[in-house]
């Protein structure tokens, strides 16, 4: 254009008059600025051209770089996730790298259990939030289609999950956010976190890098979890088998099989130490322990933890629910210091709780779900087989007893006398017998008739009872209905001396009787004889026929009274 003009202006130049020559330059010189500026123009758009083109390169450069990162730190997460020996490791490492510090911040993974999600691990999370926290049932449907969602702000304020946060927890808790493993449609567990990661990624870019790990990993959990339930199964299975297996070896009772049933599952459930308790028939009586196991315990801390213990088992006794008790649970409860975690799995029947096994663990983790599920399994087995052995227990007393005045019938008497009299002559102990028998019952039951004899019968043997349960210095002290209204008493133990104090508190309860029969008080005594081996006698028989004759020399001098037998009335005996 511009060589254009200088032709045309040089055509005017030629045919110009003189006076035209001065404005011709002037315009020549206007031309070659406009040229200039021109150029410079185009210089300049092209320089800011060629730095535009530099500066779309650095930036590509730099996201490139970014992008690079990125997919480096997605492997190495990756990678690291998936050469982890089990779930659980792979779970923490995640967490470890979503947070790497906890002073300004935390991170949760829920699983589920049955219909709801559970806290499986944590970080910067107080104890006490471990406790509370929970997500709401709308955003664990949200995150089945949108596995990724973030709470800020009045969203994050009005959810369910800000609401179970306590008070530390809050105060790090400025947005949270929610990444949901799912696969195939099933939401596999859930992180929570105060923060994405890596640190210094614009949010666009962590929300879509976390969605792509959330997926992968829970594509990678699910195969895992997969694998690793098959393999708890066979597991399990296995030892269901070898516990079937103790249960079906001889024993000398039923409760002796429930004692090694009750060890082996605090062994194989990886407790430091278990018991089992039994529902006392009545309230605000003391526990009893039918069995327990596991680490021996020191003797200054042995009271202690049995106490312990027992809380746990009434705790247990008074739920028909399976209870997970970490540290912060039991210092609640009151057990402090000796257990970190406790599994407490209740023995329910239709309509009661009939015991309660208890298993602790001197570290705070808990128990895995193996451990659990073999102490589900172990508690129903025993209480099958607690609940057999009852059975036969009382099937087993009824008959050894008898059915009037619930003493020990004469065929146990019997039984038993021999065994005691051979233990003490084989130890060089005492044994000591006390025969009674009711003054003058005939005409009780012929002016009262059998029931008011049966009432007097019964009363009596009360008082056998009451008053031996308050002296007694021995489990195989014996009390039974030796014939008509003869009560006996067996005293293993028991020198003469001691026997008749014995005689001589159950005469006098007896003679303090006031029985109500159909509005009649009914008075009764009693009369006794008294026995020892080996002082009065050389055998059992002879030990009964002693304190026999002893009793009727009292009856024969007066009644109302306890006579011992003496060396002319063992003798008469003995012939």
């Not at 997460?77 to 470890?96: M, N, P, Y």
């Not at 935390?106 to 910067?124: A, C, I, K, L, T």
């Not at 570290?363 to 659990?372: L, V």
């Not at 050389?538 to 030990?543: G, I, P, R």
């Amino acid at each position: 254009m511009i060589a254009w003009l200088l032709a045309s202006w040089q055509d005017v130049l030629t045919q110009a008059t003189p006076g035209g020559y001065a404005a011709a330059l002037a315009f020549i010189c206007l031309i070659q600025y406009v040229a200039s500026l021109y150029g410079m123009t185009s210089s300049r758009n092209r320089n800011s051209a060629y730095k535009n083109q530099i500066d779309g390169l650095s930036t590509e450069l730099s996201n490139l770089a970014r992008d690079r990162q990125i997919n480096r730190y997605e492997n190495q997460l990756l990678r690291e996730f998936v050469t982890q020996s089990d779930s659980g490791r792979a779970i923490a490492l995640v967490l470890r790298r979503i947070l790497p510090t906890t002073e300004e911040g935390f991170v949760v993974f829920f699983r589920p259990e049955g219909d709801r999600f559970v806290v499986d691990q944590s970080r910067g999370l107080s104890s006490e939030g471990r406790l509370t926290i929970a997500i709401d049932d709308s955003l664990l449907a949200q995150l089945i289609t949108d596995p990724t969602i973030v709470l800020e702000s009045q969203t994050l304020q009005r959810s369910a999950l800000w609401a179970s946060l306590n008070g530390l927890d809050r105060a790090k808790a400025r947005s949270l956010f929610l990444l949901g493993m799912v696969d195939e449609g099933k939401l596999l567990g859930v992180i929570v976190s105060t923060q994405l990661f890596p640190a210094g990624v614009e949010r666009p870019q962590q929300l879509e890098l976390a969605e792509r790990l959330i997926q992968s990993i829970g594509t990678t959990l699910r195969q895992r979890q997969s694998f690793e339930e098959q393999q708890s199964r066979l597991h399990l299975t296995s030892e269901m088998l070898q516990l079937r297996e103790i249960a079906d070896r001889k024993y000398d009772g039923p409760f002796k099989m429930i004692e090694e049933l009750t060890r082996q599952l605090v062994r194989r459930c990886d407790a430091s130490r278990g018991v089992l308790v039994l529902n006392p028939p009545e309230p605000g009586q003391a526990l009893r322990v039918l069995a327990e196991g596991g680490e021996p315990l020191a003797i200054g801390i042995r009271d202690a933890a049995q106490k312990h213990l027992e809380t746990l088992g009434r705790e247990g006794l008074a739920t028909q629910s399976i209870l997970y008790l970490d540290s912060e649970a039991l210092r609640r409860l009151g057990v402090l210091s000796l257990f970190g975690s406790a599994l407490v799995v209740p023995l329910v029947q239709p309509h009661a709780t009939i015991a309660a096994l208890v298993l602790v663990r001197s570290q705070s983790s808990g128990f895995t779900k193996d451990a659990e599920a073999l102490a589900r399994w172990g508690a129903d087995h025993l209480k099958t087989v607690l609940t057999r052995a009852v059975t036969q227990a009382h099937a087993d007393r009824l008959a050894r007893q008898d059915g009037l005045t619930e003493l020990a019938n004469r065929r146990t008497f019997d039984s038993q006398v021999q065994v005691e009299i051979q233990q003490a002559r084989e130890y060089g102990t005492n044994c000591s017998l006390l025969i009674f028998d009711l003054d003058r019952f005939k005409s009780v039951n012929d002016r009262y008739g059998h029931r008011g004899g049966d009432l007097v019968l019964k009363s009596a043997a009360a008082v056998l009872r009451d008053k031996v349960s308050r002296v007694r210095a021995s489990d195989r002290v014996l009390c039974a209905r030796y014939g008509g209204e003869e009560l006996v008493v067996l005293l293993p133990g028991f020198n003469a001396e001691g026997a008749m104090r014995v005689a001589e508190t159950i005469r006098v309860g007896i003679e303090a009787l006031e029985i109500d029969f159909d509005g009649t008080i009914i008075r009764a005594t009693t009369s006794g004889g008294v026995a020892t081996y080996p002082l009065h006698c050389d055998s059992a028989d002879e030990l009964v026929s002693a304190a026999d004759a002893a009793l009727y020399e009292a009856k024969a001098s007066g009644r109302n009274r306890i006579l011992k037998a003496t060396e002319r009335t063992a003798l008469s005996a003995r012939s």
